[in-house]
């Protein structure tokens, strides 16, 4: 089992930055993969970037590349997303979840942090 929980979300003005962090505990290995999702209300759940636990390749969505960044910290079990040049439209509840392999699903899930962003 994987526990995962989010934290540094809250309200920022657009165009300022914000940097989430995940805590990552339980049983992990080397293959796993790190993602970072969104939810807006009314919306489906859309997938940010992603990155691998060991080798720390990573993934971006189009909508966030050159703006975000994921990063991971394996000797603190932390995994992070900067966020720069936030939008209004970047507002959502962000989560963390984590992969047993880069092409696999994601079976683990923090509870989420909200991102709000002000115009």
């Known amino acids: 089992q994987v526990q995962l929980v989010e934290s540094g979300g809250g309200l920022v003005q657009a165009g300022g930055s914000l940097r989430l962090d995940c805590a990552v505990s339980?049983?992990?290995?080397?293959?796993?993969?790190m993602g970072w999702f969104r939810q807006a209300p009314g919306k489906e759940r859309e997938f940010l970037a992603r990155?691998?636990?060991?080798?720390?390749?990573?993934d971006y969505a189009d909508s966030v590349k050159g703006r975000f960044t994921i990063s991971r910290d394996n000797a603190k079990n932390m995994v992070y997303l900067q966020m720069n040049r936030l939008k209004p439209q970047d507002t959502a509840v962000y989560y963390c979840?984590?992969?047993?392999?880069?092409?696999?699903?994601?079976?683990?899930w923090g509870q989420g942090t909200q991102v709000t962003v002000s115009s």
């Open positions: 990155i691998r636990w060991s080798g720390g390749r990573t």
């Open positions: 979840a984590a992969s047993y392999e880069w092409s696999s699903a994601y079976p683990y």
């Open positions: 339980g049983r992990t290995f080397s293959s796993y993969s």
